[in-house]
């Protein structure tokens, strides 16, 4: 028997040596030390031996079975080795050439608006307030004196889920939100960026989806002169420290007085041009003193506290600064309009 695997052996590991790929190396293993290969068959008849025999005999195949498996993952290893090397000297890399320039990304134009926007009244002493893109009717519309039956609804037709769920048509909510939060004790000093939906047919002007920057203002003896001054200081950091702005009265459901707020014409400087269409003002945003059913919804006490508030499309900022004449490139994600708009 000792003979026999000491035969076996020998004839396991020239067989290894011979193999000249993986697959022959395969077959070795599987003929050598498979569950039907000699050195198994060894084993299942150490029972015929004697009880001195059993354990030297025992001994041997274990080290002849080690020393073929040692051998055929040693040859294994020097194969797979071979290959990744002949592999390499197939597919080698010239390292002289130049490298492939990455093209880096860019602020979207919006964004950037966005964030000067924010700067301009970080400075003014406003903080950033956020709020759930979708929103209650009761944030929406009736905090904001808009109960259900109001027409002014009718200009804000917007996608519901439910009777009561919808995706907000503004980002007023959020200002009711916070007015909410501060418990009627002011101040409140916030603006509010974010996405807002309406049922808008899509063309140069218009989108089913746009971004909104509201601003509020709640204390005690808050003016109209000072909605006037900030609003006045924000458009000269934003459009130009010549630019002026003027106030038309208007109507706001949840201000009282409301007005439009137009900045002088950059191009003709006020003297009237087609951007303009001739009359040197281009209306920018809205505005107003906060209504008093809003102030006390809120839990203020109006006789005490007043406020402003503001609103103003982040598009149409953008469309102004950077003279763009259709709201669609900012959301058709066209690299040649982006671009444009890289920071140095």
């Not at 068959?41 to 029972?47: A, I, K, S, Y």
């Not at 009627?184 to 000093?189: D, L, N």
């Not at 919804?297 to 600064?321: H, N, P, Q």
Request: hydrophobic share 35%; net charge negative.
């Amino acid at each position: 028997m000792r003979e026999k695997l000491e035969a076996l052996r020998d004839e396991a590991l020239e067989k290894v040596k011979q193999a000249e790929d993986k697959k022959a190396l395969q077959e070795v293993r599987v003929a050598y030390l498979g569950k039907k290969g000699p050195i198994t068959e060894v084993l299942r008849g150490m029972g015929k031996l004697s009880a001195e025999e059993r354990p030297v005999i025992g001994q041997m195949a274990n080290d002849v079975r080690d020393a073929i498996k040692e051998q055929v993952d040693s040859k294994e290893a020097a194969l797979e080795e071979a290959a990744i090397e002949a592999q390499l000297a197939s597919e080698s890399i010239d390292v002289t050439l130049p490298g492939r320039p990455v093209q880096a990304g860019s602020t979207h134009p919006l964004t950037a608006v966005v964030e000067e926007v924010e700067d301009a009244f970080i400075g003014l002493g406003f903080s950033v307030a956020e709020g759930p893109e979708i929103e209650t009717d009761y944030y929406n519309f009736e905090a904001l004196n808009l109960p259900k039956d109001h027409p002014a609804r009718d200009m804000q037709d917007s996608f519901y889920f439910t009777e009561e769920l919808l995706l907000r048509t503004h980002t007023s909510p959020v200002q009711a939100r916070t007015m909410e939060r501060y418990q009627g004790k002011g101040p409140v000093k916030v603006i509010c960026p974010g996405k807002v939906f309406r049922r808008d047919d899509d063309d140069a002007t218009h989108s089913h989806q746009f971004m909104q920057i509201e601003g509020l203002y709640v204390d005690e003896n808050v003016r109209m002169s000072d909605l006037k001054g900030v609003l006045e200081t924000f458009a000269k950091s934003f459009f130009g420290a010549e630019r002026e702005i003027r106030l038309r009265p208007s109507f706001f459901p949840f201000t009282e007085p409301s007005v439009e707020v137009d900045v002088s014409c950059g191009m003709c400087g006020g003297h009237g041009c087609r951007i303009c269409k001739h009359s040197g003002w281009i209306e920018v945003l809205g505005a107003g003193m906060v209504h008093p059913r809003v102030l006390e919804m809120s839990g203020f006490d109006s006789t005490k506290y007043s406020g402003f508030a503001f609103g103003m499309g982040v598009e149409r900022l953008a469309m102004l600064k950077y003279d763009i004449d259709d709201i669609r490139h900012f959301y058709t994600n066209d690299v040649r309009f982006l671009a444009q708009f890289k920071r140095n």
